[in-house]
């Protein structure tokens, strides 16, 4: 089963393909949240949130019962907080490549994320990270 990150914005921006592969950032994801604790930026995994009505939808449909559970509300981050954690990973695995496997890759959709989060910032739109399982 294919584990993969996506951006949701949290209002349609013209004209921006807001698309992404996402699967190996959350490949990646244990080793990205260290490199990003070690330069001090929020990691990857902490921009993570889901609307709590598709959460219970989702539950529902596996037959979970969502009676007496209480989901915490949906979480939006600024854009510039994204770029932080985004280029700072960037640079650091452009400079020091680890034992990352298909390295290209991770760059390409972490440079995504960044083609993204720019938009985003430059209309004041938030964001966050949805993961697709």
Known sequence: MAVAYFIVLEKKIENLNGSMDG????????????????????????????????????????????????????QQ????????????????????????RNIDALLQELRDCERILIAARDLSVKWHFEVNV
Do not use: C, Y
């Open 77 to 100: 981050f600024t854009a510039e907080e994204g770029l932080a954690t985004v280029k700072a990973l960037i640079t650091h695995l452009q400079l020091q490549p680890t034992a990352v």
């Open 23 to 74: 699967k190996m950032l959350a490949r990646a994801s244990e080793v990205l949240d260290d490199i990003a604790t070690r330069h001090g930026v929020r990691p990857l995994t902490g921009f993570t949130s889901i609307d709590p009505v598709d959460a219970g939808a989702f539950f529902k449909s596996e037959g979970i019962e969502m009676e007496n559970v209480q989901l915490p509300p949906l």
